[in-house]
């Protein structure tokens, strides 16, 4: 079992930076994947947007987000953050936190496990 916790979104002008934190609690391997992904507005589906290994070795991200966005962990304090830079009108969605312990090539393809509450950003002009 595992529970996360979001924080950190908000409302930004393209451009700006936003900083998500996520809360964990559960216990984890070193090959266990945590990451974000997003649901646009309006839209059912999520969409992977950065993954990283509990141990921090293996770190990926989602083509459109490459160079703005860094994954980060900090295993002693069980957080994960996002920062995001250079924001734009398509990054705007409900981002959440996600585990999945099969492996960050799981993650993604799209599929999680445990996932928390989201947490809104919205970016506008």
């Known amino acids: 079992q595992a529970h996360l916790v979001e924080s950190g979104g908000g409302s930004v002008q393209i451009g700006g930076s936003l900083r998500l934190s996520c809360v964990v609690a559960?216990?984890?391997?070193?090959?266990?994947?945590l990451g974000w992904f997003r649901q646009p507005p309006g839209k059912e589906h999520t969409s992977f947007v950065a993954?990283?290994?509990?141990?921090?070795?293996?770190?990926e991200y989602a083509d459109s987000v490459k160079g703005r966005f860094t994954i980060t962990r900090d295993s002693t304090k069980n957080m994960i953050y996002l920062q995001m830079n250079n924001l734009q009108p398509e990054d705007t969605g409900v981002y959440y936190c996600?585990?999945?312990?099969?492996?960050?090539?799981?993650?993604?393809?799209?599929?999680?496990?445990?996932w928390g509450q989201g947490t809104q950003v919205t970016v506008s002009s």
């Open positions: 559960g216990r984890f391997f070193s090959k266990h994947a």
């Open positions: 996600n585990i999945e312990p099969l492996g960050i090539s799981t993650l993604t393809a799209g599929r999680f496990r445990y």
């Open positions: 993954g990283i290994t509990w141990d921090g070795r293996d770190i």
